[in-house]
């Protein structure tokens, strides 16, 4: 549908001086250029590794595209070769088609495995569904350990993930954390909002395809059916525009200046209508308004803006959507958490 920049003119102006001589410089003079489209894209070789699922990850095209299943025997993931502090992660994703009941596919940041007390998370998580009933995406943030207090967002979406490549990108930077769908921001998180828990700890990239069948679909009403296996999640404009540090000492030299740029990003007034009005629309859950879970909402949610609120029951669930089907107090931190995944 829309295509729009994710900088804002401001933004252009204050780094035009600085950037101006550098190769970015192109991709900032045409304002209508999709970022991520202009930055460069990572073979597999090149940024990634198998996490696990043996055969059930396959590369196509020069190992720009990755194709990981599910079946019977495993799923199937991937990460980033190094660990980030801060910049722009993004791909391109095709959902398995058909039935989905029970199937979890998730493309996220974490630190877990090497921070496990005061570990950070950025998650898209996209859940399955059975026949006729679409897909639902999920957004999450963990920061510093803080895994009790989930920040989850679920989402419908304005086209059918299965049957095209849309974009799912994740901006990190010491101030904000900005999710987009196709280039439409979705959910901004602000340090200062969120304090202590901010992510602030290098984080490497996953893409992993899982079986949920206790939880995803209807609280686990619904399993994993084998009988359309293999389910196939298939990765393609792979962006890692990051700030990579030190793998043993994880200090952070960034032999890539370019990725400063990010620091200074701000939303548009423009980008901030098109975010507001994404949420409005389609956004089924809101951590913030779930007065079940949270008494007290996280502190983040005092500076939030009023999105429909009247349009949310009590339970955060968005008024129309099935309440069925809800579980809580799930706990694992490195996927799909407390997943309240009712239709
Ligand atoms: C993160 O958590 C650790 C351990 O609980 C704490 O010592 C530290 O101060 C926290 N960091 C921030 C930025 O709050
Ligand atoms: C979390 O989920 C992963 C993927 O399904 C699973 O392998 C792992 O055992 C789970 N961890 C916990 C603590 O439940």
Not at 211 to 220: C, E, K, N
């Amino acid at each position: 549908m829309m295509t729009t920049s994710l900088f804002s003119f401001s933004f252009f102006n204050i780094i035009f001086f600085f950037f101006a001589c550098s190769p970015l410089f192109l991709f900032f003079t045409n304002a209508s250029i999709a970022v991520p489209e202009s930055l460069p894209t990572l073979s597999f070789e090149e940024g990634y590794t198998q996490l696990f699922g043996d055969g059930n990850l396959m590369l196509l095209r020069d190992g720009k595209r990755v194709h990981i299943s599910l079946d019977e025997r495993t799923g199937a993931g991937f990460a980033s070769q190094d660990l980030y502090i801060h910049g722009f992660f993004s791909a391109s994703i095709k959902l398995p088609s058909d039935y989905a009941a029970g199937v979890v596919v998730a493309f996220y940041m974490s630190n877990g495995d090497v921070f496990s007390k005061t570990h950070d998370e950025l998650d898209f998580e996209f859940l399955g569904n059975i026949r006729g009933r679409e897909w639902r995406v999920q957004t999450n943030v963990y920061g510093n350990g803080s895994t009790s207090v989930g920040r989850e967002e679920r989402y419908d979406l304005w086209f059918d993930p299965t049957e095209d490549f849309h974009q799912y990108s994740i901006m990190w930077s010491k101030e904000r954390i900005i999710f987009y769908i196709d280039n439409i921001p979705i959910r901004e998180v602000v340090r200062t909002a969120m304090g202590g828990c901010y992510p602030s700890k290098p984080m490497s990239l996953y893409a992993t395809i899982w079986d949920g069948s206790s939880w995803a679909t209807l609280g686990g009403r619904y399993k994993v059916n084998y009988k359309y296996a293999p389910y196939v999640a298939e990765f393609k404009d792979l962006v890692i525009h990051g700030c990579a540090v030190n793998p043993v000492d994880h200090s952070s030299p960034c032999g890539r200046p370019d990725t400063a740029v990010y620091d200074l990003l701000t939303m548009s007034f423009e980008q901030r209508v098109l975010m507001n009005r994404f949420r409005r629309k389609h956004m089924t859950y809101y951590y913030c308004y779930d007065r079940d879970r949270y008494t007290i909402p996280p502190p983040e949610c005092s500076t939030t803006e009023n999105i429909a609120r009247l349009s949310y029951g009590q339970d955060g669930v968005r008024f129309g959507n099935n309440r069925h089907g809800r579980r809580r107090g799930q706990h694992n931190h490195s996927r799909v958490t407390q997943a309240d995944v009712a239709l």
